[in-house]
């Protein structure tokens, strides 16, 4: 029988990363203590290291992904302004009638 592939959370990723990086225990400690082998953890922190400045990019790239609201605000005040016009020309007719 084939064993199950083992799946982990992004946070428990997070937690191995975070300790090997602290390199208060060897990759032999830390493999023990989270049932790891030891080129997963270092797998880990690597990918770690190389994405953790995206956090710090993220507030630029917020920005450049803003949506162009001005044809959307151009059509509301169209159609408020069609409203207003067919409800004049209704209150008209009813004062006629």
């Given amino acids: 029988m084939r064993k199950q592939k083992r799946k982990f959370s992004s946070a ?15 990759l032999a400690e830390l ?17 770690f290291l190389e994405k953790s ?21 151009s059509k509301i005040g169209q159609l408020e302004m069609e409203r207003d016009f067919l409800k004049k020309s209704l209150d008209k007719l009813e004062g006629l009638g």
């Fill in 53 to 73: 400045q995206d956090v710090f990019e993220q507030p630029s790239k917020k920005k450049s992904e803003q949506v162009d609201l001005s044809p959307y605000l």
């Fill in 31 to 47: 493999s023990k203590k989270f049932e790891l082998h030891p080129n997963q953890i270092s797998q880990w922190k690597q990918e």
């Fill in 12 to 26: 428990f990723k997070v937690k191995v990363a975070i300790e090997a990086l602290k390199e208060r225990h060897t």
